[in-house]
């Protein structure tokens, strides 16, 4: 008898904190710091995946604070700009039902750290590579 085939909703993480377009940089960057994550799903009003922010769309505000705008330069700079004015779109995602070997071919194929999971243009979950590393060592330890 072979073995269940992993699938992506086996393995994502269903609470996703997201954000708007027009949110600022600096609530992107809060969000990420607090949650200890690195990738940001952004949505719209009426809650399809729009575009991505990870954190390192936060290194071109490193960029500023080491050309001498200093810290509060560079969080001026955060307040101001909006997720829109650095996301990237548009988006890869993924189907829940999808396995999870064609969910890791998508990402090196696309060189992306996380896929949205998205059913009927919701986003139900996020699927990161430390999902599928922390996978891998489960299956590996058995």
Same mark, same amino acid.
């Given at each position: 008898?072979?073995?269940?085939?992993?699938?992506?909703?086996?393995?994502?993480?269903?609470?996703?904190?997201?954000?708007?377009?027009?949110?600022?940089?600096?609530?992107?960057? %809060?969000?990420?710091? +607090?949650? =200890?994550?690195?990738?940001?799903?952004? !949505?719209?009003? *009426?809650?399809? &995946?729009?575009?991505?922010?990870?954190?390192?769309?936060?290194?071109?505000?490193?960029?500023?604070?080491?050309?001498?705008?200093?810290?509060? %330069?560079?969080?001026? +700079?955060? =307040?101001?700009?909006?997720?829109?004015? !650095?996301?990237? *779109?548009?988006? &890869?995602?993924?189907?829940?039902?999808?396995?999870?070997?064609?969910?890791?071919?998508?990402?090196?194929?696309?060189?992306?750290?996380?896929?949205?999971?998205?059913?009927?243009?919701?986003?139900?979950?996020?699927?990161?590579?430390?999902?599928?590393?922390?996978?891998?060592?489960?299956?590996?330890?058995?």
């Amino acid at each position: 008898m072979r073995d269940k085939v992993a699938r992506v909703r086996d393995l994502m993480t269903k609470k996703v904190a997201t954000l708007n377009r027009n949110d600022s940089l600096d609530m992107a960057e %809060g969000l990420m710091v +607090m949650g =200890r994550f690195r990738h940001l799903p952004i !949505v719209d009003d *009426e809650g399809a &995946v729009v575009g991505m922010v990870s954190n390192r769309d936060f290194f071109r505000s490193a960029l500023a604070f080491s050309l001498g705008y200093g810290e509060r %330069g560079r969080e001026s +700079m955060l =307040r101001v700009m909006k997720i829109k004015e !650095v996301m990237k *779109e548009p988006v &890869v995602t993924v189907a829940p039902d999808a396995t999870l070997a064609e969910a890791a071919r998508v990402m090196m194929q696309n060189k992306i750290g996380s896929l949205p999971v998205v059913e009927e243009r919701a986003l139900v979950g996020i699927l990161t590579e430390t999902d599928l590393l922390r996978h891998m060592i489960s299956i590996s330890s058995k």
